[in-house]
């Protein structure tokens, strides 16, 4: 189908899963570092013991999806999906309290597991799901959302920090979620249950059958692509959660460093789409074995680069592995295991990812704390992707021939 017939066919859909994805950026890292400095402060917290604080409550949450991730495998996309808009919200309407104490921690946890963790699964597995054939198209439509928040959060709140106090912006993350809930539910009108999706459109995996999370985490295969997976949700997060420390360390404003965005999004945006065409003609085999090599390039460089202006280049390779990890991982899982378990599958790795994010904050800021800057750390976050990139390789290579013929 030529792609601007694809789009208007399938229009509620595809838009559903962007705003779902957009949405999650107000749980994500690159929009609550931005307000690092002011938790700190509010809370007389270290750069370490900040890291630390958002770690557990990361892993907390990733532990928690693990449960609450298979909901997607039960529940309309409609009833799930503003379930945790609105829980979101209350998220972000504690956040505006400028939260202390135990609240703190509470705050944090909400809004990874509603945000970062629900929203993306929830996103992820509707594509995967609803769609087959077109399963490239649709995760890059869908994930141009994440690409739109990454620009429009980091910059936009920045420049409003210098007109509102910083609670008030929490306020205005909660009215944007909250009105957000009625287009959710009119776009989603007419969707269907995911067990009659999974009846009408089953697409075994490996073995041309149906794994099981259980079957899953036996098979070789899932602990050969791990290393690949976490790497980038991990050195990504504490690139962007470190952006006030990387800025002073450079000599840079913290608004110059935000400026370089929209070229990460940028890159981010054309390899969404580019993996998006490849998978659909390709499949992911030959794909995902090279997909993070971007990164081991960007972390060998960054260190080197003195100029503010430089950084748009080099932000923008990195931005290519992020595109990329946004459709090809997404649908690799259904294809190498099937897609009538795909909910309780992306669970696990949801799971993982949002584990990784915690141990990137939680590492990088004690190294920190110690008197290793960011920089001094990149070369051998450099060489963790040239390691998955080989092991993944080797795993793939083996797999690949027991998949059936599509």
């Known amino acids: 189908m030529p792609f601007l017939a694809f789009l208007r066919a399938n229009a509620p859909y595809l838009f559903a899963g962007f705003l779902l994805s957009f949405l999650s950026g107000f749980g994500q890292t690159y929009f609550i570092s931005v307000f690092a400095a002011e938790i700190r402060e509010t809370n007389g917290l270290t750069h370490g013991q900040w890291g630390t604080l958002y770690a557990a409550c990361t892993m907390t949450s990733a532990f928690l999806m693990l449960w609450s991730g298979s909901f997607t495998d039960r529940f309309r996309v409609r009833h799930l999906g503003t379930a945790v808009m609105a829980a979101l919200t209350l998220a972000c309407l504690l956040m505006a309290t400028g939260p202390t104490g135990w609240l703190l921690p509470l705050a944090i946890f909400a809004l990874r597991l509603f945000g970062q963790g629900?929203?993306?699964?929830?996103?992820?597995?509707?594509?995967?799901?609803?769609?087959?054939?077109?399963?490239?198209?649709?995760?890059?439509?869908?994930?141009?959302?994440?690409?739109?928040?990454?620009?429009?959060?980091?910059?936009?709140?920045?420049?409003?920090?210098?007109?509102?106090?910083?609670?008030?912006?929490?306020?205005?993350?909660?009215?944007?979620?909250?009105?957000?809930?009625?287009?959710?539910?009119?776009?989603?009108?007419?969707?269907?249950?995911?067990?009659?999706?999974?009846?009408?459109?089953?697409?075994?995996?490996?073995?041309?059958?149906?794994?099981?999370?259980?079957?899953?985490?036996?098979?070789?295969?899932?602990?050969?692509?791990?290393?690949?997976?976490?790497?980038?949700?991990?050195?990504?997060?504490?690139?962007?959660?470190?952006?006030?420390?990387?800025?002073?360390?450079?000599?840079?404003?913290?608004?110059?460093?935000?400026?370089?965005?929209?070229?990460?999004?940028?890159?981010?945006?054309?390899?969404?789409?580019?993996?998006?065409?490849?998978?659909?003609?390709?499949?992911?085999?030959?794909?995902?074995?090279?997909?993070?090599?971007?990164?081991?390039?960007?972390?060998?460089?960054?260190?080197?680069?003195?100029?503010?202006?430089?950084?748009?280049?080099?932000?923008?390779?990195?931005?290519?592995?992020?595109?990329?990890?946004?459709?090809?991982?997404?649908?690799?899982?259904?294809?190498?295991?099937?897609?009538?378990?795909?909910?309780?599958?992306r669970a696990t790795i949801g799971a993982a990812m949002v584990l990784a994010t915690a141990i990137g904050p939680a590492l990088s800021g004690r190294l920190i704390d110690a008197g290793h800057d960011l920089p001094e750390q990149m070369p051998y976050y450099a060489a963790w992707f040239i390691a998955a990139t080989v092991i993944l390789t080797l795993g793939i290579r083996g797999a690949a021939r027991d998949l059936p013929a599509r």
């Open 118 to 345: 629900m929203m993306v699964q929830t996103a992820g597995v509707a594509m995967s799901r609803w769609f087959v054939a077109s399963r490239g198209r649709a995760l890059a439509i869908a994930a141009l959302g994440f690409s739109v928040g990454e620009v429009v959060m980091p910059l936009g709140f920045v420049a409003l920090k210098s007109l509102w106090h910083w609670q008030t912006l929490w306020l205005v993350a909660a009215a944007v979620i909250a009105a957000s809930i009625p287009l959710m539910w009119r776009l989603l009108r007419l969707e269907r249950t995911p067990q009659s999706i999974a009846a009408e459109n089953d697409a075994p995996g490996m073995g041309n059958r149906h794994w099981t999370r259980a079957d899953m985490l036996r098979h070789p295969l899932f602990w050969c692509v791990l290393p690949a997976l976490v790497g980038p949700p991990c050195f990504i997060t504490a690139f962007f959660f470190q952006q006030v420390h990387l800025a002073e360390v450079k000599g840079w404003t913290h608004l110059s460093l935000v400026a370089t965005f929209p070229a990460f999004t940028a890159a981010s945006v054309t390899a969404m789409f580019a993996g998006g065409w490849a998978l659909d003609r390709w499949g992911t085999a030959r794909l995902m074995p090279v997909y993070v090599l971007p990164l081991a390039v960007f972390f060998a460089i960054f260190p080197l680069i003195d100029n503010v202006g430089t950084t748009f280049f080099a932000i923008a390779i990195m931005g290519l592995s992020s595109g990329a990890q946004l459709t090809i991982p997404m649908a690799f899982w259904a294809e190498f295991y099937g897609t009538r378990h795909i909910g309780a599958i």
